[in-house]
């Protein structure tokens, strides 16, 4: 549903996503997870990222969506995608309003199977990081990864290629990177890019 005043994106988007879920889907073997792609609500929006704390048990150091896994109060991805948003970044849900979800995806380094959900929010509201899983929160403009000459392919020394970003000494890849890529194809943003500008992922955005 279009809101008043919204920019057209965000009708055009919600119209090429899922429905949101009412409720959770059984995940099988793996752990119920879900992470927010938030977008500000402009007419040249930014995406919320966030750069996990150095010390967690997985993906320390690296770019990443807002999100975590379900807890048992958490009815819905939605709910587990704003609760942790709220837990991480200080954005309570009463100011997100999600517009629909991308397919789940296997996060098979940690067993999760998370859904992906859209949603938008007005960008004004003070936003800060909970100090223990997020030292710092990154807000690209989607004009900036949408542009070529940020986008690359990152490969894994183990082995393995993905889409991937490297903006100024930052370095967005791996899950994330294959989400927000999906993300701009998905709202028709994505512009041409040289897929075969492969770079290794830096030491730095590589601890498991």
Same mark, same amino acid.
């Not at 279009?2 to 949101?20: D, F, I, K, N």
């Not at 859209?118 to 403009?141: F, K, L, N, T, Y």
């Not at 999906?182 to 709202?187: D, G, H, S």
């Given at each position: 549903? !279009?809101?008043?005043? #919204? /920019?057209?994106?965000?009708a *055009?988007? $919600?119209?090429? =996503?899922?429905?949101? !879920?009412?409720a959770? #889907? /059984?995940?099988?073997?793996? *752990?119920? $997870?879900?992470? =927010?792609?938030?977008l !500000?609500?402009?007419?040249a /929006? ?7 704390a ?8 690296q ?6 896994r379900r807890?048992?109060?958490d009815?819905?991805?939605?709910d587990?995608a ?7 970044i200080?954005l ?8 629909g ?5 296997e996060l ?11 949603g938008v ?6 936003i ?10 990154i ?8 542009a ?6 990152a490969h894994?020394p183990?082995?393995?290629?993905g889409?991937?970003?490297q ?8 899950f994330?990177g294959?989400?927000v890529?999906a ?6 943003w ?12 830096p030491?730095r955005?590589?601890?498991?």
């Amino acid at each position: 549903m !279009s809101h008043a005043g #919204e /920019p057209t994106w965000v009708a *055009q988007l $919600a119209q090429r =996503l899922e429905p949101l !879920s009412t409720a959770w #889907e /059984p995940s099988g073997a793996g *752990q119920a $997870a879900a992470v =927010l792609a938030l977008l !500000s609500l402009a007419d040249a /929006p930014d995406l919320v990222l966030t750069m996990r704390a150095a010390d967690l048990a997985h993906h320390a150091g690296q770019i990443s969506l807002p999100g975590g896994r379900r807890e048992p109060g958490d009815r819905a991805p939605s709910d587990t995608a704003l609760r942790e948003t709220y837990e991480e970044i200080d954005l309570p849900p009463a100011q997100v309003r999600p517009i629909g979800q991308m397919c789940p995806r296997e996060l098979a380094v940690s067993a999760n199977l998370v859904v992906p959900v859209v949603g938008v929010w007005s960008g004004q509201e003070a936003i800060a990081v909970d100090g223990h899983e997020v030292e710092s929160i990154i807000r690209w403009p989607v004009s900036l990864l949408a542009a070529p000459g940020h986008r690359l392919m990152a490969h894994h020394p183990i082995g393995g290629h993905g889409p991937a970003w490297q903006i100024d000494d930052l370095f967005l890849w791996g899950f994330t990177g294959y989400l927000v890529d999906a993300l701009l194809r998905l709202a028709g943003w994505e512009q041409d890019w040289d897929k075969d500008h492969i770079v290794e992922v830096p030491a730095r955005f590589r601890k498991p």
